[in-house]
């Protein structure tokens, strides 16, 4: 079992920027490709970035690329936002998916194992 927690949601006016992070806990007899998805209101839920258990790959929706950074030490992942508009206003969930695989990470939803709760990002005008 994987415990995940968001941090970091907020309020932030647009072209600002918001680092979120994420700490998982509980076991760890399984390696895990961790990742940020993003759901809008009334939109599904979607992927955002995703890193390799060696921190050695990493994967960007093309929104986000350019502008998002995902990093990670261990077991605790960031997502460092920036020039924000808008259209990122969503909860932001982090996951987890165990992998044999140390330098490939997921951009599906499904191949993920655990979630977080969320956090609410919010960019105004």
């Known amino acids: 079992q994987v415990q995940l927690v968001e941090s970091g949601g907020g309020l932030v006016q647009a072209g600002g920027s918001l680092r979120l992070s994420c700490v998982a806990s509980?076991?760890?007899?399984?390696?895990?490709?961790m990742g940020w998805f993003r759901q809008a209101p009334g939109k599904e839920r979607e992927f955002v970035a995703a890193?390799?258990?060696?921190?050695?790959s990493v994967w960007y929706s093309d929104s986000v690329r350019g502008r998002f950074t995902i990093s990670r030490d261990k077991n605790t992942i960031q997502l460092v936002m920036n020039s924000l508009t808008s259209e990122d206003t969503a909860v932001y969930y982090c996951?987890?998916?165990?992998?044999?695989?140390?330098?490939?990470?997921?951009?599906?939803?499904?191949?993920?194992?655990?979630w977080g709760q969320g956090t609410q990002a919010t960019v105004s005008s």
């Open positions: 996951a987890a998916g165990g992998t044999l695989n140390l330098s490939w990470a997921s951009k599906r939803e499904n191949d993920y194992d655990y």
């Open positions: 509980g076991s760890t007899s399984r390696d895990y490709f």
């Open positions: 890193i390799s258990v060696w921190g050695n």
